[in-house]
């Protein structure tokens, strides 16, 4: 997997054609991201794009528009299909500027065509800029095919604030929390007063384990600090009104997953803020990343 730089405005990243992925982001001598080698291979879905659908689908078989559908099972252990159908794809670069020390940007292109379980055609674009504000991500969806298709998106960073995850501390203005089964669908949605989940008001992780679906966002933000600094994720709430979040720890791996989604898990069953894509239609959604 050949890499692609950019500098600007005190950044600079590095992206894989695999997943388009943010390999690397960094600002001064301070990584944000938890990156991983050039050439790979792309751990616990560092940096990728999630879509058609972010997260998982429940038994790997969703119903849509009377017509039940069986994906193939990428998470055997438990069963369902994760994380949708490009992380793992390489995608085609069609544009790379890079203006040393001030801006850039790389575009990235992928058609997901008709396959067993989303017999749907979406082509997809990746923008990644670069530049003072941090690193933005913008994603469009369009529909090419002749038949509505179900869609949802999101990204996956690991955003890196220090070696000691628990001594994060984790800033994350969401009022309701998804608890889930013993195979991390969903099973009920809740308040996060007087739970460990409320991050309202910024505190230390500590010792609580986090891989959960948040929502009831009074704004689009995730801010991480820690001994080697700050990092935020900032997105439009009303485009992505969840976001996953999910410890490092169990996994031996550095970092905070942060994952802004257009909808929760198993969306595709639930029906909950799925996105449709009509012939045609075409859906947009950005998140940026900085340093605090």
Known sequence: MSQLHLLGGGYRAEFSRRGAAVRALRHGD??????????????????????????RVGGAAYDFQGVTHRL?????????????????????????LAAEDDHGFVRLTHTI????????????????????RGLTTTLTAENLGEEAAPYGCGP??????????????VSLPASRVLLTDETLLPRSLEDVS????????PRELGGTGLD???????AGVVEVRGAEG??????????????????????????????????????????TDLVVLRPGDKHETSWTISAL
Not at 116 to 132: I, K, M, N
């Open 72 to 96: 193939p099972v990428t998470e055997p252990r438990r069963g369902h299909a994760l994380h949708g159908l490009v992380a793992t794809a390489d995608w085609q670069v069609t544009e790379w």
């Open 230 to 271: 700050g990092v935020r994720l900032s997105w439009d709430p009303a485009l992505m009104p969840w976001v996953q979040v999910c410890t490092s720890t169990a996994l031996g791996y550095r970092g905070l997953a942060v994952e802004p989604m257009t909808c929760p898990p198993d969306a595709f069953n639930s029906g």
């Open 113 to 132: 065509s008709p396959s067993p379980g989303y017999p749907f055609t979406l082509r997809l674009r990746v923008l990644h800029t670069l530049d003072a």
């Open 30 to 55: 301070r990584d944000l991201v938890t990156g991983w080698p050039d050439g790979g291979p792309v751990p616990f879905f560092a940096g990728t794009i999630l879509a058609p659908w972010p997260n």
């Open 156 to 169: 996956h960073p690991w955003l890196l604030a220090g070696e000691e995850v628990a001594a994060y501390e």
């Open 194 to 201: 007087g739970t460990p989940y409320d991050f309202r008001r």
């Open 212 to 218: 959960h679906a948040f929502t009831g966002l009074s």
